[in-house]
């Protein structure tokens, strides 16, 4: 069993930056996180491995940034240039593709919005 924590989220006016974390019990090759915006689809916003490689939804390319301190367990999703487009539930996941597990944050709640 994994427990993932996560920090971070809030309330941002359009343009602006925030940093959400998720700290995981034990370390799991690929973690990332997806969002549910209210009416719509969950989304897959990025992803990490442990080596380091990456991948981003076309929405957030080039506005935020994945990363992952290996030591601590921890990964970081870091988000500027934020937009109305971008409120949702954020979730913290981590597949352990071993055991064919997925793993679920609580999930924290972003808005954008002025």
């Known amino acids: 069993q994994v427990q993932l924590v996560e920090s971070g989220g809030g309330s941002v006016q359009p343009g602006g930056s925030l940093r959400l974390s998720c700290a995981a019990s034990?370390?799991?090759?690929?973690m990332g996180w997806y969002r549910r915006a209210p009416g719509k689809q969950r989304e897959l916003v990025a992803v990490?491995?442990?080596?380091?490689?990456?991948s981003y939804a076309d929405s957030v390319k080039g506005r935020f940034t994945i990363s992952r301190d290996n030591a601590k367990n921890t990964v970081y999703l870091q988000m500027n240039s934020l937009k109305a487009d971008d409120t949702a539930v954020y979730y913290c996941y981590a597949n352990d593709a071993g055991r064919g597990i997925v793993y679920w944050g609580q999930g924290t709640q972003v808005t954008v919005s002025s």
């Open positions: 034990r370390s799991i090759f690929r």
């Open positions: 990490i491995t442990s080596g380091g490689g990456t």
